[in-house]
């Protein structure tokens, strides 16, 4: 399988997880936020499948195309460890959906994330909702789902909060 | 359609002409052309789809990732309109495929750069040679081929050289 092999079925996972995961919050209520905005791709797929839904982004330093950035009132711009607790006092809600792109290739760096990043990220999930990560996130009262249908084990982490 | 659903349309289009171009050209002695190296997805992909073609890469500075890099007797760093007539003089041969993939998303840009390219792509191609690109690259004596089946129009071109 070469790389071009390896990055199709990677983002078609990526596809298939974010499209998964609104169906199953589809009777939560609250916003969703993206981790990440990277190019805006995953953004645009968010805004589409998830119409009427409030989506905010983290992101240190936009570098999306220019259609795929939020309004500056849906943006948490610095660190997300950092911009998680703000934007759930803001908001005055939990997230229904998290979905984190940060991860990288380097396993020691994302196990330091996923360290770092627990914590905030279980404080601004709503009791129900779901979290979709590129890296393993271990939150005791979260609980690991199975990835949908045609996506690779560990490609993708899903967890719901049964707190 | 969101950005990332025709992400992977684009890169499955792209896939699907890479393996195309492979079978068409199975006849056909003669080195393959990759200009543009980028991040060495399409590079590794016809390594593994052409094993034993000589495989030369076209690149202005190399980013690629580290498994994806030519060596470097296979590489023309610099220009590519003017390293190819260098290349074709060294390797003492045209090329039987040549993929170009230096085309964004500014459509003057890529009409001055295929304007730039066209006759050096010419006179570095094989008859009977293939030219896969990513823009529309204006040749007399080569002839537009179709796309193959389930790639959009005009999403790549394709040309054999009938002169």
Known sequence: MSRL???????????ACLDWAAQA??????????LGLGNGRTYD???????????????QVIKAHPNCIPPD???FLGDAVEQLPIARDR??????LVHTDL??????ANRRLAARLAAPLAGALRPGGIVLANIEI?????????????????RYFIYRDDG
């Open 73 to 75: 009132d849906r943006l």
């Open 45 to 59: 797929h968010l805004r589409e499948i998830l119409p009427g839904r409030d989506i905010y982004v983290f992101e």
């Open 103 to 108: 991860g990288t290739g380097d396993d020691a």
């Open 91 to 96: 908001l005055g809600e939990g997230a229904a």
């Open 5 to 15: 092999d390896s990055f199709i079925r990677r983002m078609k996972a990526q596809r």
């Open 138 to 154: 271990p939150v005791d009262r979260w609980t690991r789902l199975p990835e949908p249908e045609g996506v690779q084990k560990d």
């Open 25 to 34: 919050i589809a009777d939560l209520p609250g916003p969703v936020f993206e």
